[in-house]
């Protein structure tokens, strides 16, 4: 999805879809560096550096890439060295080898200093400096803040105090910011203040991990690649779409991030708004960030929530019991968090797309930790057909045709329908059909991250959402968060169930079931 800038229209522009050039090769980053913060948190340890390595192992990194850990410990570049060997022998996909290793180890350099140290801003510029010079990076530095979004003002402050946020002589800075991108409208808007005093809008590129997984990108391929799906993607065709993100994981040892956010705000907000944005949005007119960006903007701005949110809405704490043979502990027993806490682990809502295409649709959204299994999917539903030329018995066990996008795991799709049952009679049962990335592709869909971190340094911006995308998306969910702190506690449930009654109850309410995934 490279966004290369299209030349004017009044240069008579050619269309960006009849680009000649053959786009299945690779793109490779250019020279550069980035600078991480919060480089010993989970996040860089899991996902970040092993993303790294994994770009550098398969090539699409420079080889004088820089990697510069910026962080309280007294380390020298050896230690770094040391801290990220283990992270990526531990959490590469590409498996670790010493080679690629060793590419990426000449680059490494480590800061010491706390977020507002002025000093360790002035040896970080120093360090950014040296990386130019020994390593050809061309002055072009990303800064990935890994860090809690209360420490952006005195790390964006410093960054631009230094002029690290400048580029010079056709170089860029950009900088990465990791959700929660605020916690209601108000704060978010107050968050990107902060973010682009130091960085110009276009700079500044905000994660959100699901939309560099290979099967989120994958809702467009199926939608607009196809003939066969978009005449039937509408009102028309389609009952209700169940949008499902279920983690059977507790929280962890994030008590302290999560008991101030709960499931809503944690993936909701961010994850579960976009899949509801690219599995509505009308057709873009090309894949560049402008146009992608303007149809996700233009749905979310039609969703409209249920008059009756204390019906339409559910939300749920998981309390202790049995998963998976083993004992867990209900989430007011977890590490960190207060015994009286009211934060949900479990989240449920309706929500209506007021256009032409969506009216009368419900897209119900359901997201929690400890539940059934781990699955995200995305459940488009379709109406039964009108008349069924058969004896009423034959379609007694026959359901709902519908395509089912599965994000994760055994990321594929499938897609329900009637089939006679062999026999005399004309019975028909419901029936699947089954397309698995695993069986129909040899190669390993990369991690989102790498998709991502890649992306940034081209500076390709289609799989980031804009501002605008997160502030619609905080004006959804702020009208159910502040009716659940004033109406309605959570609602407790069993690990390895589906839920709190209460979010069956909500759709039992409209006739209709959360499927089984
Ligand atoms: C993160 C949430 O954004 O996504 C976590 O903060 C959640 O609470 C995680 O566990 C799930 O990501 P994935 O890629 O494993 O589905």
């Known amino acids: 999805m490279t966004d290369s800038p299209a030349p004017s229209a009044a240069a008579g522009a050619p269309n960006p879809l009849r680009d000649p050039r053959d786009r299945r090769l690779p793109l490779i980053a250019g020279p550069s560096s980035m600078v991480m913060f919060g480089v010993t948190g989970d996040l860089a340890r899991k996902k970040l550096l092993p993303a790294i390595y994994d770009l550098t192992h ?178 028309g065709y389609v009952d209700h779409v169940q949008i499902t993100m279920a983690e059977d994981i507790g929280i962890g040892s994030r008590a302290g991030y999560y008991d ?51 019906a339409h809405t559910a939300r749920g704490q998981y309390v202790g019991g049995w998963q998976g043979g083993e ?56 109406k039964r057909a009108p008349f069924l030329p058969f004896h009423s018995t034959d379609t007694a066990d026959l359901g709902q045709n519908a395509i089912v996008i599965r994000v994760q795991p055994d990321e594929g799709v499938t897609m329900r329908f009637g089939s006679k049952v062999p026999g005399t009679q004309m019975e028909v049962r419901d029936v699947t059909m089954d397309f698995a990335y695993g069986m129909n592709f040899t190669e390993e869909s990369p991690e989102a991250y790498e998709r991502l971190i890649l992306d940034m340094l081209l500076g390709d911006p289609p799989l980031f959402p804009r501002q605008k995308e997160v502030e619609l998306s905080w004006k959804i969910l702020d009208p159910i968060t502040e009716f659940w702190a004033e109406n309605l506690d959570p609602a407790p449930y069993r690990p390895g169930s589906w839920g709190p009654d209460t979010a069956h109850d909500m759709l039992a309410r409209d006739g209709r079931t959360w499927r089984r995934p």
């Not at 800061?111 to 130019?132: I, M, P, S, W």
């Not at 579960?272 to 996700?296: G, I």
């Not at 004992?327 to 007011?332: G, K, N, T």
């Open 58 to 235: 398969r090539g699409l990194l420079p080889p004088s890439f820089g990697l510069v850990g910026y962080g309280r410990r007294e380390w020298s570049d050896d230690d770094f060295a040391e801290y990220v060997k283990k992270s990526v022998s531990e959490h590469s996909r590409t498996g670790f080898d010493e080679s690629v290793f060793e590419q990426l180890r000449g680059g490494l350099r480590f800061v010491t200093g706390t977020f507002d140290d002025k000093a360790a801003f002035e040896r970080l510029t120093e360090v950014v400096g040296e990386l130019d010079r020994t390593r050809g990076t061309g002055g072009n530095h990303a800064f990935y803040l890994s860090i809690p979004p209360d420490a952006f003002p005195q790390v964006c402050g410093q960054l631009a105090k230094s002029g690290l946020n400048t580029p010079q002589d056709g170089s860029w800075r950009r900088v990465v910011i990791e959700k929660p991108f605020g916690h209601d409208l108000a704060s978010a808007r107050e968050l990107n203040d902060v973010v682009e005093k130091a960085f110009r809008p276009e700079d500044v590129f905000r994660i959100d991990h699901y939309l560099g997984k290979e099967t989120v990108q994958n809702i467009l391929a199926l939608r607009f690649a196809n003939q066969m799906f978009e005449p039937i993607w509408n009102s």
């Open 260 to 310: 101030g956010i709960g499931t809503a705000r944690d993936v909701i907000q961010n994850h579960l708004l976009q899949l509801l944005a690219l599995t509505a949005m009308e057709e873009p007119v090309t894949f560049r960030a402008s146009d992608l960006r303007a149809e996700k903007e233009k749905v979310l701005a039609a969703v409209e929530l249920p008059e009756d949110l204390a």
């Open 327 to 382: 004992e867990v502990r209900p989430y007011l027993e977890e590490d960190g968090i207060p015994a009286d806490s009211t934060t949900e682990t479990f989240a449920a809502m309706r929500l209506d797309i007021a256009t032409r295409r969506w009216a009368g649709v419900p897209f119900y959204l359901r997201a929690g930790k400890r539940l059934g299994r781990r699955v995200t999917e995305i459940a488009v539903v379709f």
